[in-house]
């Protein structure tokens, strides 16, 4: 209804408060529902019929749609109040703003779908919609460029699962979720390729290394506000996606908690690498949630060698860390992305070489972004260290109980997710110590404005519930195996009793260290006031001019780790060194292709254009041949339907 009011009003002021008041009242609603049924454990369902052939328009709420339907309505409700004072003023964004409740609305219906056909036209709606919002500022050719990336991406993944459902409709003879999960007759080979299918598209559509090359382009193209749903909450029904086919295939067999796993370590290694080397604030964040991702993938893939294997514990804590981490992302990286939209409007740049001293201009944002990069890096007492806490303790399970190449993958997966820590909280270290701290490097840049409650109150609102979650992770213990029902069978009788107190122990740990951490910023602002607050420029080495030239920059701060890493970041320097003892000028600057789109995907699509730039040389020019040819297309397709059927 919200969107279709906006697309009839004609004033700006009147659009702008529809549409986020509209998306906050649906956000409000909708999570009522998927409380109670997350809470109980109970299943909803409701058959629309099929008003044309062949769709059959029916949904459903189990305890897996209801996990990740809170996290939209609770990410959509809170972006939506944010949206209200971001909006103000953005006449380039007005255009696309319908798109905004739409997209939320086809979010919810591809978790909540229950027919194969109805599934993929809400998966279409939801990819139009925010490739609408990615291009909402269309002129600019950067943001043109990452639309059409982002198009052929997840067009590319939607014909992957268009054949996933149409093999699966051959087999059971119904696109019904409820006939496939009860079929159970498939051939190994058969079950194989629907999980590879299954992995690549909803992959691309989580961003899963190597597929994730849409995301690095569209995130810092799109409005910040629109960048903190996708990246906190549209990405995770790609992993809604794979949990979801994972429940059609039957039992699994080893290789693809294995193929997980090793997908996962990947992703979460090489996203961290490539944060670390940026210097776009929000690509950086982009290429995080590919790490994140990484993470959740490592988990599922460790659970399910433990439903191989039959071992409960590592499914639980494999499923259960992955399943934690989904939520604490989605918070986490959504105050990120907020955060980084409040900066970016204070200084009209993404650039991190060009920021410094932020906290001083926005330090309430500051505050606040500082608290959620800390909580994405995995450091305890925050809630992002809770979930990585789950896994690794899963994969030390593993290590001990698994045998063969498993043994092989746990052990990766520990130095993997260890390794991850260290570069991601490089990565945030920079951008706290480059764009925050230190002194302004262009005052001409910053604009001082008074954040409005509708700004910072989201970012407190996301920061309030993360700090729940790291105080109280076993109140969220309980909801994470409901969710698990699928996967009752493999993980009873319940070992989760040692987990809920282990869980319930950390969280009163985390509660003393908070409550300590407070005692000494409180005496430090004592101290402050009882002796008087003193002004002083940054330490400078003893040298008593400093310019913000003599602050490190992006670049420089991750120089020294991008050398290690060189041979897999694909790094290229331009220097200009210094060549007198008194040198005029010297300059340093570094650049990282991702490998993926280097090495992979161009290639392929010169191929495939150089392929079909042979057709052109044959493409009639009259409007007659072309709607002859759809026509002859159209009857071939006729005529294989008859014979051989979809």
Known sequence: MAAVLVSLLKNQDAKRRCCCGGVFVGSVLGLIPSIQVLAS????????????????????????????????????????????????????????????????????????????FFFLICWEVMSLASFFLVTSEHEIREVRHAGWIYLIATHLATALLMAFFVLLFKQVGSFSFYDFASFGALSPRLAGVLFLLAVVGFGTKAGIFPFHVWLPHAHPAAPSYISALMSAVMIKTGIYGILRALTFLGAPPLWWGEVLLGLGILSSVLGALYALVQKDLKKLLAYSSVENIGIIVMGIGLGLIGVTRQESITTLLGFGGALLHVWNHALLKGGLFLGAGIIVHVTHTRILERMGGLIKIIPTTGGLFIFAALGIVGLPPLNGFISEWLLYQGLFHGIQSFTGFSIFLSIAGIVGIALTGGLILAAFTKVIGVALLGEPRDQTLYERKKSSWTHTFPLIGLAAISLSIAIFPQAVWPWIIATLQPYHAFILPDPTANIFLSLRFIGSLGFILLIFCAGLILLHRFRIVKLGEKQSVTWDCGYRAPSPRMQYSASSFAESLAVIFRGLLKLDWNIKKPTALFPATAQFSEYSEDRAEANLFRPLFASVANLFAMTRKVQPTRIQWHLGLIFMVLLLLFFWEVWFGI
């Open 41 to 116: 454990g109970r299943s909803l369902a409701q058959n629309f019929g099929a008003p044309i052939p062949s769709l059959n328009i029916s949904l459903g709420v189990d305890p897996l749609s209801a996990f990740f339907l809170i996290a939209i309505f609770v990410l959509s409700g809170v972006i939506a109040l944010y949206s209200l004072g971001y909006l103000k003023g953005q006449n380039t964004l007005f255009g696309s703003l319908p798109f905004f409740p739409l997209l939320i609305l086809a979010m919810a219906a591809v978790v909540m779908a229950r027919d194969g």
